[in-house]
């Protein structure tokens, strides 16, 4: 955990990886990589429950392996059980306002920066485990529409040392600017994204995307993105499976 701070803080390359649909408890050893920086279990868009959710992070405590979960929206009650069952920190989608931002602070943070509430099995670990909670507990802010570039600047001044990194939401974004054909590399894509890196880059906080492919991963890395955010479990297998059935095809 030491080490990925130390990364976040440094502004180096950093990968993260998601699981959001398989609950098997075997996976998160699976995606245990010494190139995996971080982990991410996503219940906005994934389909996995509390309980499934619990014994997942579990598994990442105990391999020692750090993990956040991105959560459906900025609500204490969608935030603070996942603390409680051992999450690193939060990604926290649509953030658009400086009121969002500094309420997903309050919510992940004891008092008195916040209003968290003590409790859950997980939640404390380790030796002075309450006194390092606040400064270890790490806050992703999730960029996804014009409006949120718009305040990030505000965003990112009044939540100062809280914020660990910004992720960009491509086709969200895309969306937001009426480009429903999902062209990352359309100019006026590409200058909204620059914009975040670049306000990103004024505050030293690190930055990044997520990336539908290899080539967007060294395209995106060439850009300025320190968080490499690429792959997941149904992504993975389906794009091994393809070229499994390619293969099938070519024999003759």
Same mark, same amino acid.
């Given at each position: 955990?030491?080490?990925?701070?130390?990364?976040?803080?440094?502004?180096?390359?950093?990968?993260?990886?998601?699981?959001?649909?398989?609950?098997?408890?075997?996976?998160?050893?699976?995606?245990?990589?010494?190139?995996?920086?971080?982990?991410?279990?996503?219940?906005?868009?994934?389909?996995?429950?509390?309980?499934?959710?619990?014994?997942?992070?579990?598994?990442?405590?105990?391999?020692?392996?750090?993990?956040?979960?991105?959560?459906?929206?900025?609500?204490?009650?969608?935030?603070?059980?996942?603390?409680?069952?051992?999450?690193?920190?939060?990604?926290?989608?649509?953030?658009?306002?400086?009121?969002?931002?500094?309420?997903?602070?309050?919510?992940?943070?004891?008092?008195?920066?916040?209003?968290?509430?003590?409790?859950?099995?997980?939640?404390?670990?380790?030796?002075?485990?309450?006194?390092?909670?606040?400064?270890?507990?790490?806050?992703?802010?999730?960029?996804?529409?014009?409006?949120?570039?718009?305040?990030?600047?505000?965003?990112?001044?009044?939540?100062?040392?809280?914020?660990?990194?910004?992720?960009?939401?491509?086709?969200?974004?895309?969306?937001?600017?009426?480009?429903?054909?999902?062209?990352?590399?359309?100019?006026?894509?590409?200058?909204?994204?620059?914009?975040?890196?670049?306000?990103?880059?004024?505050? $030293?906080? $690190?930055?990044?995307?997520?990336?539908? $492919?290899?080539?967007?991963?060294?395209?995106?890395?060439?850009?300025?993105?320190?968080?490499?955010?690429?792959?997941?479990?149904?992504?993975?297998?389906?794009?091994?499976?393809?070229?499994?059935?390619?293969?099938?095809?070519?024999?003759?």
């Amino acid at each position: 955990m030491e080490k990925l701070k130390r990364k976040l803080l440094n502004r180096e390359k950093i990968f993260i990886s998601t699981i959001s649909d398989w609950g098997w408890g075997g996976v998160p050893h699976l995606f245990k990589n010494d190139a995996l920086d971080l982990l991410m279990i996503d219940v906005e868009h994934g389909h996995l429950g509390w309980e499934t959710c619990e014994n997942l992070l579990r598994t990442c405590n105990n391999l020692s392996m750090p993990v956040i979960v991105r959560v459906v929206d900025t609500e204490y009650h969608l935030m603070s059980k996942y603390l409680d069952m051992g999450a690193d920190g939060l990604l926290v989608p649509r953030v658009e306002t400086v009121e969002q931002a500094l309420a997903a602070v309050r919510y992940m943070r004891f008092p008195p920066k916040g209003k968290k509430g003590c409790g859950g099995f997980s939640l404390l670990r380790g030796d002075n485990a309450f006194a390092k909670f606040n400064s270890e507990k790490m806050l992703f802010l999730q960029i996804e529409s014009l409006k949120g570039v718009d305040n990030l600047d505000s965003m990112l001044t009044n939540c100062a040392g809280e914020v660990s990194g910004v992720l960009i939401g491509p086709s969200d974004l895309s969306i937001s600017m009426g480009n429903n054909s999902f062209d990352f590399r359309a100019p006026d894509f590409l200058a909204v994204v620059e914009q975040v890196f670049n306000l990103c880059d004024d505050h $030293s906080v $690190s930055c990044g995307i997520f990336c539908v $492919s290899h080539e967007s991963i060294r395209f995106w890395r060439s850009k300025g993105a320190n968080l490499i955010w690429a792959g997941s479990d149904v992504g993975l297998f389906l794009s091994a499976y393809r070229d499994l059935c390619q293969t099938i095809r070519e024999l003759d």
